[in-house]
């Protein structure tokens, strides 16, 4: 089967595509219709974002290290926590402000028949105790406000301490990420690369890595 073409179809109109080997539901599927009635979103976690589209591009060129512990901060429905723990069998947690993205994650997640152990906090709440149980940060589209700015960076500096090798956070480059990026230098060993993605579903941005081990 082709990557990003339809595995079910309801009325000729499909329900289920397919991203890089992971099954995703689309406004259509009956799942979703329910959902969006029962489980309104607050925070943007609406739908599956371009970004992770990137991130998973991104992981799939440079795949984490075998049994990698991954939090995804910001995971809204966990594309890239279900794409990390089928395509690599890592040990996954999403991490979210909103309760109500969860149940979105895990019809995905059971879709796609894996685990990810859902956690409701906010960037701030993560503390230094609770980074330190992982080795990678992934997130996509999370600096969408100026706010956000700060509350990354101080992240940042908890996840340096608490003992995370890396950070890879991918943005279709929104000028809170774009400013974010630019303060990274005196306090962090990082690198911004350009990424595109042509297809199955085009996106564009930037992915933000930072090397915690050599900052
Ligand atoms: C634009 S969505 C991106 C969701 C997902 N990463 C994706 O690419 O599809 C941003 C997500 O970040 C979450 N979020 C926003 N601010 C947050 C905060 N301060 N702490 C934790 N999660 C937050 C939202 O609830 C939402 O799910």
């Known amino acids: ?20 080997g992971v099954k995703l ?12 009635k029962e489980c309104p979103t607050s925070i943007h976690g609406d739908k599956f974002w371009s970004s992770s589209y990137l991130l998973m591009d991104y ?14 901060i910001g995971c809204g429905w966990g594309l890239t926590a279900i794409y990390c723990s089928k395509t690599f069998g890592c040990d996954v947690t999403g ?3 909103d309760p109500d993205v969860f149940p979105y994650l895990q019809a995905h997640a059971g879709l796609n028949e894996v ?13 230094v105790k609770t980074l330190s149980e992982y080795d990678l940060i992934i ?18 500096k908890r996840a340096k301490k608490a003992g995370v090798s890396k950070a890879i956070i991918a943005d279709p480059q929104r000028q809170p990420f774009v400013d974010l990026c ?15 993605l042509p297809e199955p579903t085009p996106a564009n941005g930037d992915i933000l890595i930072i ?3 050599r900052s």
Not at 59 to 71: F, S
Not at 115 to 127: R, S
């Open 211 to 213: 090397d915690f081990d």
């Open 95 to 97: 991490v979210d402000a």
């Open 139 to 156: 997130g996509g589209d999370i600096c969408f406000w100026d706010s956000l700015n700060n509350t990354l960076f101080n992240l940042f």
């Open 25 to 36: 539901m689309t406004a259509r599927h009956p799942v979703i219709k329910k959902l969006k």
């Open 182 to 196: 630019a303060r990274l230098d005196k306090d962090f060993s990082h690198e911004v690369w350009d990424w595109e």
């Open 59 to 72: 992981l799939n060129d440079n795949p984490p290290k075998k049994n990698a512990k991954i939090l995804e």
């Open 1 to 20: 089967m082709k990557k990003g073409s339809p595995v079910q179809s309801h009325n000729n109109k499909p329900t289920i595509q397919e991203e890089l």
């Open 115 to 127: 685990y990810i152990k859902p956690l409701v906090k906010t960037f701030d709440q993560l503390d």
